[in-house]
């Protein structure tokens, strides 16, 4: 029936999903409008409230741009110059899958371990689990993950460590002296440091492995793949715009009165 023929189309799926987002900015932009001008500025709540949509609607209308632009590539498949590149990219998204899974089977154990070992200490970039997950997928291109930071901020906590142990000793010595000596005296006297102290070759070895498994092998693995995708569909480039072209067509006739 009609639904089969709407939904069985990744493109009409897509095209509504863009209808939807689009639908949805212009109710935003409409309520927006209406409530600007009855907005009380002077209660917090309801400032805050109408911000919040706001930057709901601009995020929404934002990417239906991006989409509304991506659309243009479904009417570019019938040229016999670009058909075969826009069937390549619709076909990378089943690798991007395919290759996303293995991704996920690895970078949720090390985001774990990385928020573990140097989360709430301070160290930019990985303070909280946004941070680390972010940082942890920079790894994969390579960016700044702060590495300096990863070793700065273990040696200023090894350093706190020794300095309250210092501490913690001249105090046990104090009270020894005295004659008053408990062991509770001293476990009071020394402080414990708030995170977990990480050996240097411990953050090495995290950040190398990561790196190795990550930029090195996955990435060459995703890259081959689209290479493999590329070849397969460029070899047939010629019957590939043709049948894209005769699709279009068909499309476009089914849509005509009769």
């Given at each position: 029936g009609i639904y089969r023929q709407s939904t069985g189309d990744l493109w009409n799926i897509f095209d509504w999903t863009v209808y939807g987002l689009q639908f949805i900015g212009i109710i935003t932009y409409l309520y927006c409008e209406i409530v600007s001008d009855r907005l009380d500025v002077t209660n917090e709540e309801t400032r805050d409230s109408y911000l919040g949509i706001f930057r709901i609607r601009s995020q929404l209308m934002?990417?239906?741009?991006?989409?509304?632009?991506?659309?243009?590539?479904?009417?570019?498949?019938?040229?016999?110059?670009?058909?075969?590149?826009?069937?390549?990219?619709?076909?990378?998204?089943?690798?991007?899958?395919?290759?996303?899974?293995?991704?996920?089977?690895?970078?949720?154990?090390?985001?774990?371990?990385?928020?573990?070992?140097?989360?709430?200490?301070?160290?930019?970039?990985?303070?909280?689990?946004?941070?680390?997950?972010?940082?942890?997928?920079?790894?994969?291109?390579?960016?700044?993950?702060?590495?300096?930071?990863?070793?700065?901020?273990?040696?200023?906590?090894?350093?706190?460590?020794?300095?309250?142990?210092?501490?913690?000793?001249?105090?046990?010595?104090?009270?020894?002296?005295?004659?008053?000596?408990?062991?509770?005296?001293?476990?009071?006297?020394t402080d414990e440091g708030d995170g977990i102290i990480v050996d240097l070759w411990w953050t090495r070895f995290l950040v190398a492995y990561w790196i190795l498994v990550s930029s090195v092998i996955l990435l060459n693995l995703f890259i081959a793949l689209m290479s493999d995708t590329f070849q397969r569909v460029y070899d047939n480039a010629v019957g590939v715009a043709a049948l894209e072209k005769a699709e279009i067509i068909s499309e476009l006739e089914a849509k005509l009165t009769k």
């Amino acid at each position: 029936g009609i639904y089969r023929q709407s939904t069985g189309d990744l493109w009409n799926i897509f095209d509504w999903t863009v209808y939807g987002l689009q639908f949805i900015g212009i109710i935003t932009y409409l309520y927006c409008e209406i409530v600007s001008d009855r907005l009380d500025v002077t209660n917090e709540e309801t400032r805050d409230s109408y911000l919040g949509i706001f930057r709901i609607r601009s995020q929404l209308m934002a990417i239906a741009i991006l989409l509304s632009w991506f659309k243009i590539f479904k009417y570019l498949r019938v040229f016999k110059s670009m058909g075969p590149f826009v069937v390549i990219i619709t076909h990378s998204f089943g690798d991007i899958g395919k290759i996303s899974i293995v991704y996920l089977l690895l970078y949720i154990p090390i985001v774990c371990i990385f928020y573990q070992f140097y989360g709430h200490r301070g160290i930019d970039g990985y303070d909280t689990v946004t941070d680390v997950l972010f940082t942890v997928f920079r790894m994969i291109v390579v960016d700044d993950y702060s590495y300096t930071a990863l070793i700065r901020g273990n040696m200023e906590l090894r350093k706190e460590e020794a300095r309250g142990l210092e501490e913690g000793h001249e105090g046990h010595t104090r009270v020894k002296r005295k004659g008053n000596y408990s062991p509770d005296d001293s476990a009071d006297s020394t402080d414990e440091g708030d995170g977990i102290i990480v050996d240097l070759w411990w953050t090495r070895f995290l950040v190398a492995y990561w790196i190795l498994v990550s930029s090195v092998i996955l990435l060459n693995l995703f890259i081959a793949l689209m290479s493999d995708t590329f070849q397969r569909v460029y070899d047939n480039a010629v019957g590939v715009a043709a049948l894209e072209k005769a699709e279009i067509i068909s499309e476009l006739e089914a849509k005509l009165t009769k």
